[in-house]
């Protein structure tokens, strides 16, 4: 029998970085078996569901259904849920990615119960140490067997931290393995009535830093409001973002077309025939800089500055982004500097990596 390797997917972001690896592991190659456990942290399955079957994916072997409750809430039961199956179906390895809760509470899990723990897009930094996403990845990197980070510098900055030479490899960006899988398809849809390519921008929004407060939300619609002045903008909204909208008694700023959240290929297929994208997302920054669309990010700081080295993002306040709109508007089309490991080839060097350490897992199984 093979043994298992399992793969947590806590959050939709999580989905696109575990199908590269998902995908590498399910062409014919027999070291392991891969399995899905979802912890159920996004359980809507217009946040969630409808993502496997755009990517390619199953069903999840395991779903947890461990949702909602505040971070210490949601972790402790995510963390005893993760414990009871791998009680008694005990994995050869686990690869957690990305930061969310559901991911911290796999890994400190798997740590506990020393199961080699893996953590997939390692050593992100964003320098917001109250962020809960930034608590998260340091903890989760703090505890991992091994780190795989989605470029050279990343890889370094982890060696910095103190993390040993071996532990650490520079795999690539898999949010990129996935976009290239299913960009002919994405490509391939018609785009909603009275939009065209490169006619409107695109917006996300989701964060607590950003929706949470009333004085940032309104200050971001109200600059929504101006920017789209300049460019239609769509904005598929996250149910967050819509809950708190409401709670707040704000209205959908004028000119900005809402949508209900999409599915991976539909988000896609808009993304890659906008003029530019506004978002605080740290994957629709990779995706936008992968293919070389302008991204203004509504933060004041990102976790893979990258993107910027890259000419493609740029850090932006409410008060800036309608003059950034225009901004690139009249500029001439920017150039994407090429980004080394973001090949479409992150999951491949993730199976080889994998296979290396399982068999030297086996190796020191047989010497005890």
């Given at each position: 029998?093979?043994?298992?390797?399992?793969?947590?997917?806590?959050?939709?972001?999580?989905?696109?970085?575990?199908?590269?690896?998902?995908?590498?592991?399910?062409?014919?190659?027999?070291?392991?078996?891969?399995?899905?456990?979802?912890?159920?942290?996004?359980?809507?399955?217009?946040?969630?569901?409808?993502?496997?079957?755009?990517?390619?994916?199953?069903?999840?072997?395991?779903?947890?259904?461990?949702?909602?409750?505040?971070?210490?809430?949601?972790?402790?039961?995510?963390?005893?849920?993760?414990?009871?199956?791998?009680?008694?179906?005990?994995?050869?390895?686990?690869?957690?990615?990305?930061?969310?809760?559901?991911?911290?509470?796999?890994?400190?899990?798997?740590?506990?119960?020393?199961?080699?723990?893996?953590?997939?897009?390692?050593?992100?930094?964003?320098?917001?140490?109250?962020?809960?996403?930034?608590?998260?990845?340091?903890?989760?990197?703090?505890?991992?067997?091994?780190?795989?980070?989605?470029?050279?510098?990343?890889?370094?900055?982890?060696?910095?931290?103190?993390?040993?030479?071996?532990?650490?490899?520079?795999?690539?960006?898999?949010?990129?393995?996935?976009?290239?899988?299913?960009?002919?398809?994405?490509?391939?849809?018609?785009?909603?009535?009275?939009?065209?390519?490169?006619?409107?921008?695109?917006?996300?929004?989701?964060?607590?830093s950003n929706v949470d407060q009333p004085e940032r939300f309104i200050a971001l619609l109200d600059a929504l409001s101006a920017a789209s002045r300049h460019l239609p903008l769509l904005w598929p909204i996250h149910p967050r973002a819509?809950?708190?909208?409401?709670?707040?008694?704000?209205?959908?700023?004028?000119?900005?077309?809402?949508?209900?959240?999409?599915?991976?290929?539909?988000?896609?297929?808009?993304?890659?025939?906008?003029?530019?994208?506004?978002?605080?997302?740290?994957?629709?920054?990779?995706?936008?800089?992968?293919?070389?669309?302008?991204?203004?990010?509504?933060?004041?700081?990102?976790?893979?500055?990258?993107?910027?080295?890259?000419?493609?993002?740029?850090?932006?306040?409410?008060?800036?982004?309608?003059?950034?709109?225009?901004?690139?508007?009249?500029?001439?089309?920017?150039?994407?500097?090429?980004?080394?490991?973001?090949?479409?080839?992150?999951?491949?060097?993730?199976?080889?990596?994998?296979?290396?350490?399982?068999?030297?897992?086996?190796?020191?199984?047989?010497?005890?």
């Amino acid at each position: 029998m093979l043994p298992e390797v399992h793969l947590v997917a806590a959050a939709r972001p999580n989905l696109p970085k575990l199908a590269a690896l998902w995908h590498a592991l399910a062409t014919g190659h027999d070291f392991c078996k891969p399995v899905l456990l979802h912890t159920g942290q996004h359980e809507d399955p217009a946040m969630f569901g409808v993502h496997f079957a755009d990517l390619g994916l199953p069903a999840p072997d395991i779903a947890l259904g461990i949702s909602g409750g505040s971070h210490a809430v949601l972790t402790g039961r995510s963390m005893i849920a993760c414990e009871t199956v791998w009680k008694s179906r005990r994995p050869a390895a686990v690869v957690v990615a990305g930061d969310v809760d559901g991911a911290l509470a796999a890994a400190l899990a798997a740590r506990k119960m020393g199961i080699t723990l893996i953590h997939l897009e390692a050593g992100l930094r964003s320098g917001e140490r109250d962020l809960p996403e930034e608590v998260n990845r340091r903890a989760i990197d703090a505890i991992s067997d091994i780190l795989w980070a989605p470029d050279e510098a990343t890889a370094a900055r982890l060696r910095l931290e103190g993390h040993g030479a071996d532990a650490v490899r520079a795999v690539g960006n898999a949010m990129v393995d996935t976009q290239m899988r299913h960009l002919p398809a994405a490509r391939a849809k018609r785009l909603p009535r009275g939009l065209s390519r490169g006619g409107y921008g695109l917006v996300t929004l989701h964060r607590a830093s950003n929706v949470d407060q009333p004085e940032r939300f309104i200050a971001l619609l109200d600059a929504l409001s101006a920017a789209s002045r300049h460019l239609p903008l769509l904005w598929p909204i996250h149910p967050r973002a819509a809950a708190q909208m409401k709670a707040f008694g704000f209205v959908p700023p004028n000119g900005v077309r809402i949508m209900p959240p999409l599915g991976y290929l539909e988000f896609l297929s808009l993304l890659c025939r906008a003029r530019l994208v506004a978002t605080d997302s740290g994957g629709v920054q990779e995706e936008a800089t992968a293919l070389g669309l302008p991204c203004l990010t509504l933060r004041g700081a990102t976790e893979r500055p990258i993107t910027i080295t890259a000419g493609m993002n740029r850090l932006t306040s409410p008060e800036e982004l309608p003059q950034r709109v225009t901004e690139i508007l009249l500029a001439p089309a920017q150039v994407l500097r090429p980004i080394p490991l973001w090949d479409g080839r992150a999951g491949i060097r993730m199976r080889e990596h994998l296979q290396q350490v399982l068999e030297g897992e086996e190796c020191r199984a047989m010497v005890a």
